[in-house]
C-alpha cells in the first residue's frame, strides 16, 4: 500500500482528564476514500483534530506525507485540507477573497483558475462577490469547503460534511468528492450518516467509545457481515416451522402468515428451501428479498460491542 497518512500509538485524555481516544493505529493509503462512522462523541473529530495538528496528542504520532504532524507541522499542515464541523470565517469578507485569502495562508501564490474553477464546483462562482454573511446556511458549508480546497491539498477531511444539509448539496457534495478522487486526492471522511459511507467509501472505520472495533474494506464488510432475509409469503398460514425445514433458518412472522428465512453470502441456499417447500406441498404467493444496508452491519456492531 501506498501509504500518505500513518498514524501510530495515537490517543488522547483531555486535561479535563476525560479519554476521548484508546491508542489508534492507522495508514491511509493514497487515493482511497476513508469512512470514519460512528456514533455522538465516539472521538471521531478528536482523530482528526490530532492529525490536522490542531490538538496535541497524549501518546503516539502521526505521519503526513513523511511529516510528522507535530513536528514538522507546517509541511504536514499544508498537505492537508480540513472542512471543520463548524463555521470558521469572517462574515463581513466577500467569497472570493475568503478563499483566496486561505489559500495564501498555506503559502502558496496566487492561482485565480484554481480558485474559479473550485468556486465554479460548488456552485459559488455566482456569489463570489456576496459578504459570507449574506449566505444561506448551505452556502456557507460550500465556503468551507472550497476554503478547504484552496491550497490543493492531496488529503482531504471532511467532518461530517453534510450534516444537516439539503438534498441538493449533499448530491453535490457526493459528486465533488468522486471528482476530486478521480484527481487523484485522498479523502477522509467522518459521517453519522452510513448512506454517505456506502455511497463514497472504499473503506470504512467504525469507531465507539474512543476504540476503532473495525477497519475493513466496504465491500468485504458488506459481504462478510451482511445478512439477508426473504421474506416468503405463505397461501395458508402455518403453526410451527416443520421439522424438515430444520436445515434452513426460518422463523414464523405475521401470524404464522409469512416464513422468514435469514441467511448470509456463506449459508444461502435459495433453490434448496424452494425445493423443499414444493416437496411438502408448502405454496407460497410472494417472496420479497431485502439485504441489510451498512446501517444494520453498524448498530449491529456497536450493540454486539456494548453486550461483551
Ligand atoms: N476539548 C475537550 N475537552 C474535554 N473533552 C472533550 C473535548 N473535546 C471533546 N471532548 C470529549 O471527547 C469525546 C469525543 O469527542 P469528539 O468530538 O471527538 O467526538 P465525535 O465522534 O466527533 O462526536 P460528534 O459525532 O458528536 O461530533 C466526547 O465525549 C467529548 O465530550
Redo the contacts with the bound molecule.
Keep these: 500500500m501506498d501509504t500518505i497518512l500513518s498514524i501510530v500509538g495515537v490517543s488522547?485524555t483531555?486535561?479535563?482528564g476525560?479519554r476521548?481516544?484508546e491508542p489508534v493505529d492507522l495508514d491511509i493509503a493514497r487515493g482511497e476514500i476513508f469512512a470514519l462512522l460512528?456514533?455522538?462523541?465516539?472521538?471521531?473529530?478528536?482523530?482528526?483534530?490530532i492529525i490536522c495538528g490542531i490538538?496535541t496528542p497524549s501518546t503516539g504520532t502521526v505521519t503526513v506525507l513523511g511529516h510528522d504532524a507535530q513536528k514538522d507541522f507546517r509541511s504536514a499542515r499544508r498537505a492537508i485540507g480540513l472542512v471543520p464541523?463548524e463555521l470558521s470565517v469572517d462574515m463581513f469578507e466577500t467569497v472570493l477573497a475568503t478563499v483566496k485569502f486561505s489559500r495564501r495562508l498555506f503559502g502558496k501564490g496566487p492561482n485565480d483558475a484554481h480558485i474559479e474553477q473550485v468556486l465554479r464546483d460548488l456552485s459559488l462562482w455566482d456569489k463570489r462577490d456576496a459578504k459570507i454573511r449574506e449566505l444561506s446556511g448551505g452556502m456557507k458549508r460550500r465556503v468551507l469547503i472550497a476554503k478547504a480546497l484552496s491550497h490543493e491539498p492531496e488529503i482531504l477531511f471532511l467532518?461530517?460534511p453534510t450534516a444537516g444539509v439539503d438534498v441538493a448539496l449533499r448530491r453535490d457534495m457526493w459528486k465533488l468528492v468522486h471528482k476530486l478522487r478521480a484527481a487523484g486526492t485522498t479523502i477522509i471522511l467522518?459521517t453519522?450518516y452510513i448512506e454517505e459511507a456506502e455511497e463514497m467509501a472504499d473503506r470504512v472505520g467504525v469507531?465507539d467509545k474512543?476504540r476503532i472495533i473495525l477497519v475493513e474494506r466496504k465491500a468485504a464488510l458488506m459481504k462478510k457481515l451482511g445478512k439477508r432475509r426473504m421474506l416468503i409469503a405463505l397461501q395458508a398460514p402455518m403453526t410451527a416451522v416443520p421439522a424438515d425445514l430444520a436445515a434452513w433458518n426460518l422463523a414464523l412472522e405475521d401470524e404464522g402468515a409469512t416464513l422468514l428465512y435469514t441467511f448470509d453470502s456463506e449459508n444461502e441456499d435459495i433453490p434448496g428451501l424452494l425445493a423443499k417447500l414444493g416437496t411438502l406441498g408448502i405454496g407460497y404467493r410472494d417472496l420479497e428479498t431485502h439485504k441489510s444496508s451498512l446501517e444494520d452491519i453498524f448498530v449491529d456492531l456497536v450493540e454486539q460491542k456494548d453486550a461483551a
Design positions: 488522547k483531555y486535561a479535563s476525560h476521548a481516544l460512528g456514533p455522538n462523541g465516539a472521538g471521531k473529530t478528536t482523530l482528526i483534530s490538538v464541523q467532518d461530517e467522518t453519522h469507531i474512543g
